[in-house]
């Protein structure tokens, strides 16, 4: 190899070198503006909490239907519209019985009263009878803080603290249900 070849080949190479390295500060240049960082962290920030909305809902990549492709069981959704069907029938159950209480009062003042009319009703009841209102008003309270103490036996664990997983379970299949609940009249 002569001389001439040798300072050509290394002029070549330090050419090469210098287009890298404005290559690479040109690179830098542009991540480093203000904007460019913004856009990169949005980015990364949808990224994060799209995978941490599919971790939560059970559905990714790999996910067919409601159910992962390698059919390990049900997935989070499942678990959640499960839960919620549970909800739904407990509160269907609860308002059937307090239906059935409400049925038993009415009878309960139209006995007393001897009038089937319902405004006659309401007011004898009403003006006669403020001893079963205190009962009720009683009855009313009693079964409020059952149902607080219900809550708070459900979101805390048995030191008080907060059970966030049951919370957000619950969010969970409320919204499910109320996704549910669009879906349908949309379909209507």
């Known amino acids: 190899m002569s001389d001439n070849q040798s300072v050509s080949h290394l002029e070549s190479e330090i050419a090469a070198s210098r287009a890298r390295l ?9 991540r480093a503006q203000p904007k460019q960082i913004v856009e990169h962290q949005k980015r990364q920030l949808v990224h994060g909490l799209k995978e941490r909305y599919h971790s939560l809902m059970g559905t990714g990549q790999g996910a067919t239907g409601s159910r992962f492709a390698d059919d390990r ?3 989070k959704v499942d678990e959640v519209k499960a839960k919620a069907d549970e909800l739904k029938a407990q509160a269907t159950a609860k308002v059937d019985e307090l239906k059935a209480q409400a049925t038993t009062k009415v009878d ?20 006669g009878s403020s001893s079963s209102g205190t009962d009720l008003a009683a009855q009313a309270r009693a079964t409020s803080d059952q149902a607080r103490l219900k809550l708070d036996e459900l979101t805390h664990d048995e030191y008080g603290e907060l059970r966030t997983d049951r919370i957000a379970l619950g969010l969970a299949a409320l919204g499910a249900v109320l996704i549910g609940a669009g879906v349908a009249q949309r379909n209507s």
């Open 22 to 30: 404005a290559s690479t500060i040109d690179e830098i240049t542009f």
């Open 73 to 75: 069981g049900p997935s």
């Open 108 to 127: 309960e003042v139209k006995a007393k009263t001897g009038s089937d009319d319902p405004a006659v009703t309401r007011a004898d009841y009403r003006a």
